[in-house]
């Protein structure tokens, strides 16, 4: 299981079997027999990091499936890889990395449409189940899709640290009084305190990639 897992290339029942020199029948019947969990994903992996002050990060990916026309799970889904709707299964997960720099996927979920569920719920879910679990983080990073007001007040919550990507059309208050889209602040400097309209204060950073912006929040300790 924890090659099907891990492995990045030849994820197949085939590949396994040949590895392990074992037959391909066995290991379809130990897949349709077994049914994992995410706890289960978080028993083994929390064994193979440092569960000391955890960088979580926060990602989701579409496995490609064009031809799949009667597959559970498969829909059309946003794809980063090809910059356009795909259709394809949606696997989002919490990847964890230790102060060593180790690092392994210790939470998932399977979009599931029937479930009514965003990205966002599924992301809160997963948290706060890791947490539950035992998991010490210190820190999360996640891309815009997931730095809603409603995430960014949870983590606060939970006493954590974090940094998102942020959309550029989010407003922000560098001094009382005075507000503008991220896109429009006069006088931006890397590192900026402003005030996040509906949350409170952040740091503000800003990277180039080609011709687009792309905009950042940290959150702290008030005492950082």
């Known amino acids: ?5 891990t492995e990045p290339n030849s994820i197949s029942c085939t590949q396994l079997a040949e590895t392990y020199n074992i037959s391909h029948d066995s290991v379809n019947r130990f897949l349709e027999r077994e049914d994992y969990t995410p706890h289960d994903l978080y028993q083994e992996a929390i064994q193979h990091i440092d569960n000391y002050k955890l960088i979580v990060s926060i990602d989701d990916t579409v496995l490609d499936k064009p031809y799949s026309q009667h ?6 889904f946003w794809s980063g890889k090809h910059h356009r709707s795909v259709k394809g299964i949606n696997l989002i997960t919490l990847y964890a990395t230790d102060q060593n720099g180790q690092n392994i996927p210790i939470n998932f979920r399977i ?6 569920k965003t990205k966002n719920d599924y992301f809160m879910d997963m948290l706060s189940e890791v947490l539950g679990w035992g998991a010490k983080i210190q820190f999360i990073t996640g ?3 997931y730095s809603s007001t409603g995430n960014l007040k949870t983590i606060r919550k939970y006493g954590i ?3 998102f990507g942020i959309d550029c059309n989010r407003k922000v208050s560098p001094e009382k009084g005075q507000w503008f ?3 429009l602040l006069p006088d931006f400097h890397q590192g900026q ?5 509906d949350f ?12 687009q912006q792309r905009f950042y929040i940290v959150h702290q300790d008030e005492d950082d």
């Open 1 to 5: 299981m924890g090659f099907l897992m």
């Open 71 to 76: 597959m559970d799970l498969v829909s059309y």
């Open 111 to 116: 979009y599931d449409k029937s479930e009514g």
């Open 143 to 145: 891309d815009s899709w």
């Open 161 to 163: 640290r974090f940094m």
């Open 181 to 183: 889209q991220l896109r």
């Open 193 to 197: 305190v402003v005030w996040l309209k």
């Open 200 to 211: 409170g204060f952040v740091q503000l950073f800003k990277t180039q990639l080609k011709e």
